[in-house]
């Protein structure tokens, strides 16, 4: 079913493909308002990620958890077996060690914001605690589309040579 990987499902490639989108705007978002000072463009495309990636990670749970067996998908991987502790389990951890915690604290985030900044968006006492946490966020972000690449490709593109 895959259409980027030779196993996987489409689902893995969808979250693979809105990571290597979801990133990029995301600096992109974050340029606009330290550099342009564009606050009501950066809450819309905050607001705009938050939803397309709550949206991604819901339909990729009820895909893992329902419709797809990734281990099964992930047998015909170098790095995989049934068997034993192995590297896509060890990428796998590490993703999600990245991932529900930045999962937490995007919505944390951006709870706060839309409580914490006024109508139109503009910097106020709010401003320095969403900055720290923002930057959390942020590295949290990066870190887990890297990890979420990496275990994708370890564990349903790469092949055994």
């Not at 996987?8 to 995301?26: E, N, T, W």
């Not at 990245?98 to 139109?120: C, D, H, Q, Y």
């Amino acid at each position: 079913m895959s259409f980027l990987a030779p196993r996987g499902s489409l689902m893995l490639d969808v979250v693979f493909l809105a990571m290597l989108l979801v990133v990029p705007v995301l600096f992109w978002s974050i340029w606009q308002v330290r550099r342009r000072q564009r606050f009501s463009l950066h809450r819309q495309m905050q607001l705009l990620l938050a939803v397309v990636l709550l949206g991604t990670v819901l339909a990729f749970e009820i895909d893992m958890r329902f419709f797809t067996d990734w281990e099964t998908e992930a047998n015909g991987s170098p790095y995989y077996t049934r068997e034993s502790w192995n590297a896509v389990w060890t990428a796998l951890t590490v993703h999600l060690l990245f991932a529900i915690p930045t999962l937490l604290i995007w919505i944390v985030v951006v709870v706060r914001a839309l409580r914490g900044f006024e109508k139109p968006p503009a910097p106020g006492a709010h401003s320095a605690a969403h900055k720290r946490w923002g930057r959390i966020a942020v590295v949290g972000m990066t870190g887990t589309a890297v990890t979420g690449w990496l275990f994708y490709w370890m564990a349903f593109v790469a092949t055994a040579s």
